[in-house]
């Protein structure tokens, strides 16, 4: 594994060269399989593989060899782009989007199956060489077609495709596939003419790539979309309910929604249904020049694993998952918010606050704040503010109770009570020195580094 200071050590990425969207998590045999998108040359996004690794308890990682690789000639010759995993009468199946050579923006629905379902560690997957939809339906003008997402609702099993049209509107394409051969196209889930989802997200996406769609406890549904203007922006989420269409498909009624996370490097998030919880980790883009991503040698990585859901506002919910907690080395390196404690490479920390309180993480040789976090539960925000760092702050409305931060090399994951995240990338320069002080009165801290999970 790289050994670059700002490489993150516990979350999913390759050994080296890129990454980009989380694809497929799936339990299979009592683990967790993740997929990912990722160019196995270089740290470019080109040349897109599925990478693939996989965990009996969401904090030990094992890699594998890389599960898709395009096929010359093939429907996806040019890319092995994302998609979703599913288990189709007891054979893994990945559902994908094939790109080829005269790539235009619309893809194709590719399958490829596991070749020995019994092997726990799903290495061999054989793709079918033909797709199960060639391109978006007639009469759409859509000129953007990826991303398809399988789901069951109604006793049927539906699949979700992002799409763009050529006057700019995006939208959520729906299909039947409750026969994962034979697929049905059955309307627009959702559009951006939607009154919910222009007020939530605005007017600037053209496009809504990498659709999710998640069950709560409540029985509300969460409809998850990454935002593309011909670059990635954002992500946004849509609570609401599934409703029959009256032609045999489907409907997302739309009642409200927000920022899935506020930070400036998330995106492409991907879910896992479980029974009691549904799982969602996002990618991490690189924000430094493509010329340090060259000299490092690798570029992104895929966000701690966070249990996402609704509150009864229909707002979002999301903590870290529980597991990460076996990550935690066996004593806290700090109890009480005394003076300037040094903080370690990876580490997992929670401050609450009764009043105003600022958590300093990083400050520069001359002893300016570099990196705080700052709780206001009077104003109700919580402030992530880079300080020199060249970022404007990012401020989270919310009770601003308590957070959770999550440090990883690079990779800044704070949680907001229960209600928001921000995902930023931090690299240490020359001078910066990480270390810890909490200012606030009644403030309360404790922190833990991040050591490799131990079994037994």
């Known amino acids: 594994m790289n050994v670059d200071p700002d490489a993150p050590r516990f979350r999913v990425r390759p050994p080296a060269n890129w990454i980009n969207d989380p694809n497929g998590p799936f339990r299979w045999r009592d683990r967790y399989h993740l997929f990912y998108q990722h160019n196995p040359e270089a740290p470019v996004h080109t040349n897109v593989h599925w990478g693939h690794v996989s965990s009996p308890d969401l904090a030990h990682w094992e890699h594998h060899p890389i599960a898709l690789t395009p096929t010359p000639g093939g429907p996806d010759e040019a890319g092995c782009w994302s998609g979703c995993m599913v288990d189709d009468d007891g054979v893994p199946t990945a559902v994908y989007t094939g790109i080829d050579r005269h790539h235009t923006g619309l893809g194709t629905i590719c399958l490829a199956r596991s070749v020995v379902p019994d092997d726990e560690t799903l290495t061999d997957w054989k793709p079918l060489p033909t797709p199960v939809v060639s391109g978006p339906p007639e009469g759409l003008d859509v000129v953007m077609f990826r991303d398809p997402f399988v789901f069951r609702a109604a006793g049927r099993r539906w699949a979700l495709v992002g799409a763009g049209h050529a006057d700019g509107t995006?939208?959520?394409?729906?299909?039947?596939?409750?026969?994962?051969?034979?697929?049905?196209?059955?309307?627009?889930?959702?559009?951006?003419?939607?009154?919910?989802?222009?007020?939530?997200?605005?007017?600037?996406?053209?496009?809504?790539?990498?659709?999710?769609?998640?069950?709560?406890?409540?029985?509300?549904?969460?409809?998850?979309?990454?935002?593309?203007?011909?670059?990635?922006?954002?992500?946004?989420?849509?609570?609401?309910?599934?409703?029959?269409?009256?032609?045999?498909?489907?409907?997302?009624?739309?009642?409200?929604?927000?920022?899935?996370?506020?930070?400036?490097?998330?995106?492409?998030?991907?879910?896992?249904?479980?029974?009691?919880?549904?799982?969602?980790?996002?990618?991490?883009?690189?924000?430094?020049?493509?010329?340090?991503?060259?000299?490092?040698?690798?570029?992104?990585?895929?966000?701690?694993?966070?249990?996402?859901?609704?509150?009864?506002?229909?707002?979002?919910?999301?903590?870290?998952?529980?597991?990460?907690?076996?990550?935690?080395?066996?004593?806290?390196?700090?109890?009480?918010?005394?003076?300037?404690?040094?903080?370690?490479?990876?580490?997992?920390?929670?401050?609450?606050?009764?009043?105003?309180?600022?958590?300093?993480?990083?400050?520069?040789?001359?002893?300016?704040?570099?990196?705080?976090?700052?709780?206001?539960?009077?104003?109700?925000?919580?402030?992530?503010?880079?300080?020199?760092?060249?970022?404007?702050?990012?401020?989270?409305?919310?009770?601003?109770?308590?957070?959770?931060?999550?440090?990883?090399?690079?990779?800044?994951?704070?949680?907001?009570?229960?209600?928001?995240?921000?995902?930023?990338?931090?690299?240490?320069?020359?001078?910066d020195v990480a270390e810890l002080t909490v200012s606030g009165a009644g403030a309360t801290v404790t922190g833990w580094e991040q050591v490799p999970p131990t079994h037994g």
């Open 170 to 431: 995006p939208s959520v394409l729906l299909y039947d596939c409750d026969d994962l051969a034979d697929w049905r196209f059955a309307g627009v889930l959702l559009d951006g003419n939607d009154p919910v989802a222009t007020d939530v997200f605005g007017d600037k996406a053209v496009g809504w790539e990498c659709p999710q769609l998640f069950a709560t406890q409540s029985g509300a549904w969460v409809l998850v979309v990454s935002l593309w203007d011909g670059d990635p922006m954002s992500t946004g989420y849509l609570t609401g309910r599934l409703e029959p269409d009256g032609d045999g498909g489907l409907t997302f009624a739309a009642r409200g929604g927000g920022q899935l996370d506020h930070g400036r490097d998330f995106y492409a998030p991907a879910v896992l249904q479980e029974e009691d919880r549904a799982l969602m980790w996002g990618w991490s883009w690189e924000s430094r020049t493509q010329d340090e991503v060259d000299r490092a040698g690798w570029a992104g990585t895929l966000t701690a694993p966070r249990v996402v859901g609704a509150h009864p506002d229909g707002t979002l919910s999301v903590v870290p998952a529980p597991e990460l907690h076996l990550l935690r080395a066996p004593e806290p390196f700090i109890t009480a918010p005394d003076g300037r404690t040094p903080l370690p490479r990876s580490y997992d920390l929670t401050v609450t606050a009764r009043t105003r309180t600022t958590v300093g993480l990083l400050r520069s040789a001359d002893g300016g704040p570099e990196l705080t976090v700052v709780l206001d539960p009077d104003a109700g925000t919580v402030t992530v503010d880079r300080g020199t760092g060249g970022r404007a702050p990012v401020v989270v409305r919310a009770p601003a109770r308590q957070v959770r931060v999550l440090v990883d090399g690079s990779l800044l994951e704070v949680f907001v009570d229960d209600r928001a995240t921000v995902t930023e990338r931090v690299y240490r320069r020359d001078g």
